[in-house]
């Protein structure tokens, strides 16, 4: 079935460091995918998103290239700070039926000054 | 612009209490889903609809009830709570069309006792 395998957390760095999360993921079809990001106590907010293969999401500094012959879909932003501190959910979404989303198990990123 | 909203925020039941959790949408959006945020798991999907009046299941129905009545309003039941549904509970909401994003309300934490 389909599933998505980020890296585990927590990922610990100072500010202004660079940032890389690891997603892969295992599809029948052509998904979208997405990472998503979790404010402490607050939901989910989509972040960038990728639709088709090369596509490249980016917001906020942040960018992910959708890589079909990897099928991966790695976060990352050149320069991360202390408000980037955060759970981040790659998720892919499956585009028949329902179009569920399934998600990464979240990796937290932690920033520290 | 209120998005997605969910009610209550938290919630503390005994075992075998039942309660519905409460999920709204002013976006007119299609779909609608009830998603469970536990701890290295991820978000899993409980039930979803895609449109009024036509529900199913997601992968992790047992426990839940839900209906959709109207574009807006999809409520979530718990019928009769156990502890292993203490978790972290989201509804989201999207268009029906391809590649669209989806929408998360803030979460209600479920603490069951």
């Known amino acids: 079935g389909d599933s998505v395998t980020q890296m585990e957390g927590p990922v610990t760095l100072s500010e202004e460091a660079f940032l890389t999360i690891n997603c892969t993921y295992t599809?029948?079809?052509?998904?979208?995918l997405f990472w998503y990001v979790q404010y402490p106590g607050e939901g989910l907010q989509l972040l960038l998103k990728a639709t088709k293969a090369d596509d490249k999401g980016s917001n906020k500094g942040f960018e992910a290239t959708y890589r079909k012959e990897t099928t991966s879909f790695h976060l990352e932003k050149g320069s991360v700070q202390v408000s980037d501190s955060a759970v981040y959910f790659c998720?892919?979404?499956?585009?028949?039926?329902?179009?569920?989303?399934?998600f990464g198990t979240g990796t937290r990123l932690l920033v520290s000054p | 612009n209120a998005g997605v909203t969910q009610t209550p925020k938290f919630q503390v039941l005994k075992t075998g209490q039942s309660m519905t959790l409460q999920c709204a949408q002013d976006m007119n959006h299609e779909y609608m889903s009830w998603y469970r945020q536990d701890p290295g798991m991820g978000l899993r999907l409980i039930h979803y609809?895609?449109?009024?009046?036509?529900?199913d299941q997601g992968e992790v129905p047992n426990g839940y009830n839900v209906s959709r009545s109207t574009t807006e309003d999809f409520p979530l039941r718990l019928l009769s709570a156990a502890p292993s549904q203490t978790s972290v509970y989201f509804c989201?909401?999207?268009?029906?069309?391809?590649?669209?994003?989806?929408?998360f309300g803030q979460g209600t934490r479920l603490t069951v006792v």
């Open positions: 609809s895609v449109g009024a009046g036509i529900t």
């Open positions: 599809a029948t079809g052509y998904p979208s």
């Open positions: 989201a909401s999207s268009y029906k069309e391809l590649n669209t994003e989806a929408f």
């Open positions: 998720a892919l979404r499956v585009n028949t039926g329902f179009q569920k989303l399934v």
